[in-house]
């Protein structure tokens, strides 16, 4: 059993950055791969990005290359979200995902198996 809990949402303006956290506890988050999604109003769930489990290898969404970067760090059971010239389009509840153990980093919300609750990034125009 996984718990995640996420920080780190709240309002910014446009152009402006922000630091989600999610804290881990249970056994085995040093084996799983980590990703953050989103759930903008109105709309899907959909992949933000991802790190390996070891670190070093992510993925990243194309509507956030460049701007965002996910990283890991296994010895505080923490994976973090670096958020850059932020734009009202990034506006969503953000969530925190923990992937079976020993997968390669997934784009697809069925190949997690942990959930945190969320947190919500508002960015204003």
């Known amino acids: 059993q996984v718990q995640l809990v996420e920080s780190g949402g709240g309002l910014v303006q446009a152009g402006g950055s922000l630091r989600l956290s999610c804290a881990a506890s249970?056994?085995?988050?040093?084996?799983?791969?980590m990703g953050w999604f989103r759930q903008p109003p109105g709309r899907a769930r959909e992949f933000v990005a991802a790190?390996?489990?070891?670190?070093?290898?992510?993925v990243y969404a194309d509507s956030v290359k460049g701007r965002f970067t996910i990283s890991r760090d296994n010895a505080k059971n923490a994976v973090y979200l670096q958020m850059n010239s932020l734009k009202p389009e990034d506006t969503a509840v953000y969530y925190c995902?923990?992937?079976?153990?020993?997968?390669?980093?997934?784009?697809?919300?069925?190949?997690?198996?942990?959930w945190g609750q969320g947190t919500q990034v508002t960015v204003s125009s």
């Open positions: 995902a923990a992937q079976r153990t020993m997968r390669w980093p997934s784009r697809n919300g069925d190949e997690y198996e942990y």
């Open positions: 249970g056994r085995d988050f040093s084996s799983r791969s």
């Open positions: 790190v390996m489990w070891y670190g070093g290898t992510t």
